[in-house]
């Protein structure tokens, strides 16, 4: 299989997620936000702290980019790895399948509220949703397929591989 390519809102499940079904297929993960951490040396509070968010971005569309060399992964994306129209170009979307996590905000921002995501701690809880508010139409437009999200990762997986069986839904026909 090509590659399955999570994306979504910080909170949406990509990692629990994602980590279920490259096990249930059979398929590498991978960790795109792992990956810039072990290439950086530092986790990625250090590196918004550092060198600034500016900075994180481009290790982060060098990441996006890396992917057209890969077969046969599962990749958790971080939640503004496919947001810029450049990184979401960089997907081959007929190569590689983009599964959209949609969750609601308020089931994010629970999830995520107490973590150390430097957008979350830089951010209030209103200038959060209106970054969710700006984001999902860039995963909608990025995705070749959509799933709702909220349920039990075991569902989700469950779901993400048997629409990994068929067709995409949209965008790379
Ligand atoms: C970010 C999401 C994070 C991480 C970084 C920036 C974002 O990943 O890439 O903190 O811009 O939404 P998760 O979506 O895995 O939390």
Redesign the pocket.
Same mark, same amino acid.
């Given at each position: 299989m090509n590659n399955l390519i999570l994306c979504g809102?910080? /909170?949406c499940g990509?990692?629990t997620v994602g980590r279920l079904v490259a096990q249930l297929a059979g398929m590498a993960y991978l960790d795109l936000?792992q990956q810039i951490e072990a290439a950086a040396g530092l986790p990625?509070p250090e590196i918004f702290a550092r060198f600034g968010q500016a900075h994180?971005r481009r290790l982060?569309h060098e990441a996006v980019a890396g992917l057209a060399r890969l077969e046969n992964r599962v990749v958790?994306t971080? /939640? /503004?790895?496919l947001v810029s129209p450049e990184n979401a170009a960089a997907i081959d979307r007929k190569h590689d399948r983009v599964v959209f996590l949609d969750v609601p905000f308020p089931v994010c921002y629970e999830r995520?509220r107490l973590s150390d995501?430097?957008?979350v701690r830089q951010n209030t809880v209103e200038q959060l949703e209106a970054l969710f508010a700006s984001r999902r139409p860039r995963y909608l437009a990025a995705a070749t397929d959509t799933v709702a999200a909220a349920g039990p990762p075991q569902q989700v997986a469950q779901e993400i591989l048997a629409l990994a069986a068929r067709p995409p839904a949209c965008g790379a026909l």
């Open positions: 809102f910080m /909170g990509k990692t936000d990625i994180f982060e958790a971080g /939640g /503004g790895a995520i995501r430097p957008l």
